[in-house]
């Protein structure tokens, strides 16, 4: 079964303390893996797509890396308008469209 | 003006009743979608549609019915409400033709508490 986990649940950094965060997938045919913000009260908003393993995704403050088994996030010199939820979902198999999202990181950067 | 407008953005309602979310997009997307968000459970698939005249369940589509009135719209009914319904839920839309189906564009949301 498609899946996909996210860690941590949640992560509180200092303004300009780089950090990561984590996408775990398991994931039969992946099609393309994908990176959505999402802000208290919105839709969200979407980021990056990698599709195959070494691929990397920059924006601003933001890279998006991606092996056989995981993605990261890597958020450098984070500001608090940085802060927010991180989603990453995962598209697989062969005749399907739909999206399987992560639970999410809530990202706290506090001045 | 939003791309993707959803309404009602806020609804109480009671057990049994009848709700309707509407969503209506200017993006001349051809796909829509409708999920709905759980704390701790993430974006789950309810119900897609890949033009007026396809309609596909997702993965949670008990429960809920959907109707394509035209390219622009796309509408969630829950025949007859009841508490475990109660979440934040999102329409979005895609175009097949430039991007691939995974970037998608999310209204607002419409929050909905069952009673």
């Known amino acids: 079964e498609d899946q996909v986990t996210q860690s941590p649940e949640a992560l509180r950094l200092q303004e300009g303390e780089s950090s990561s965060l984590n996408c775990s997938y398991t994931?039969?045919?992946?099609?393309?893996l994908f990176w959505y913000r999402q802000d208290p009260g919105k839709g969200p908003e979407f980021l990056f797509t990698l599709y195959s393993a070494g691929e990397e995704k920059e924006k601003e403050r933001l890279k998006a890396t991606l092996t056989k088994k995981e993605s990261f996030l890597h958020i450098t010199a984070p500001k608090p308008e940085d802060s927010a939820t991180y989603l990453c979902?995962?598209?697989?198999?062969?005749?399907?469209?739909?999206?399987?999202f992560g639970t999410g990181t809530r990202l706290q950067v506090f001045p | 003006d939003a791309d993707v407008t959803q309404t009602p953005r806020n609804r109480i309602t009671k057990t049994g009743k009848r709700i309707m979310l509407e969503c209506s997009q200017t993006k001349g997307h051809d796909r829509m979608y409708w999920y709905r968000q759980d704390p701790g459970l993430g974006l789950r698939l309810i119900y897609y549609s890949f033009d007026v005249k396809d309609i596909n369940k997702g993965e949670i589509s008990d429960g809920y019915s959907v109707s394509r009135q035209a390219q622009a719209k796309f509408s969630l009914s829950l025949e007859s409400a009841i508490p475990n319904q109660t979440a934040l839920y999102f329409c979005?839309?895609?175009?097949?033709?430039?991007?691939?189906?995974?970037?998608?564009?999310f209204g607002e949301g419409s929050r909905l508490t069952v009673l």
């Open positions: 979005a839309t895609s175009d097949l033709r430039d991007r691939e189906p995974g970037e998608l564009f």
């Open positions: 979902a995962v598209q697989g198999g062969y005749n399907t469209d739909k999206l399987i």
């Open positions: 994931v039969s045919g992946l099609r393309g």
